[in-house]
């Protein structure tokens, strides 16, 4: 009997180990996240489970990051369990169009994100997605673990960041087809981390400081990055070596 009680606790240890080193991923565009879990586990031998929204567990703690990949509606019980989860200690990484135009009506997931997305027209500072441009992404934080452990950015670009006026060469990689969206306000204070450069079809140059960032949550942590539009962004090695680096990141 001993003996039993022993082998069950041993498999009770080795389960939540397991548990705690997988990552959650809840999407509704399941093929991106397919390209992105087998990147993970190429790059950090991070092991993923892909669940849409109404399968999502009863609880999230244990794992060892939850991934938002949301394009359409987040369910008002899927956004209090992701902001719990972070504010419980919990890593949460919010990708893409899950800061988009649809959630503006969930009553907690902006404020809790310190996000605005203004109605005003662009040229005044509101919010607007573009379609089918080519983005450059940059790395404006070169001494942080996320944009630097095991990168090799292969693209060098001409950026201005927001409120300065010198130009400067960054390193960086390019996005080919994919999708930007412009003026996100940023309300809380927050770690930096990327930006973009896009022409949009009038032929307008845009710079934001605005592509990645990171900040605390209570007990936790958040993490927010803005490609994704497709399969294609998660095919490049350097975003997702970018994504695995938050998964890993010890904040």
């Known amino acids: 009997m001993r003996q039993l009680i022993t082998i069950l ?10 548990i705690a080193q997988d990552v959650l991923i809840v999407a509704d565009e399941i093929p991106a996240m397919q390209v992105l ?16 929204q109404n399968d ?17 509606d987040i369910d008002s019980g899927s956004e209090k369990a992701f902001i719990q989860y972070a504010k419980n200690g919990g890593k949460l990484l919010v990708l893409h169009h899950s800061i988009s ?8 997931w902006f404020p809790f994100l310190g996000i605005d997305l203004s109605k005003k027209d662009v040229s005044e500072g509101g919010y607007k997605y573009v379609g089918d441009i080519t983005m450059e ?5 070169p001494d942080h673990f996320i944009t630097s452990n095991k990168i ?24 080919p087809n994919t999708e930007a969206f412009l003026n996100h306000d940023l309300q809380k204070s927050r770690t930096i981390l990327l930006g973009f450069k896009m022409k949009d079809a009038t032929g307008k140059v845009w710079m934001q400081d605005r592509s990645a960032w990171c900040m605390p949550v209570e007990k936790g942590w958040v993490f927010y990055s803005q490609p994704g539009h497709s399969s294609t962004d998660f095919a490049n090695p350097i975003y997702t070596r970018i994504i695995a680096n938050a998964v890993i990141y010890k904040f």
């Open 9 to 18: 606790l041993w498999c009770f240890v080795v389960t939540a180990e397991a």
């Open 37 to 52: 879990t087998q990147a993970l586990k190429a790059q950090e031998g991070i092991s993923t489970r892909v669940v849409f």
């Open 56 to 72: 999502l567990p009863n609880s999230l703690t244990g794992y060892r990051a939850v991934i938002v990949y949301i394009h359409k």
């Open 101 to 108: 135009s649809a959630k503006r009506k969930n009553a907690e």
């Open 137 to 141: 992404v940059v790395n404006l934080a």
């Open 152 to 175: 090799t950015y292969d693209a060098s670009i001409a950026y201005t960041r927001e409120g300065q006026s010198e130009e400067k060469n960054l390193p960086g990689f390019v996005l």
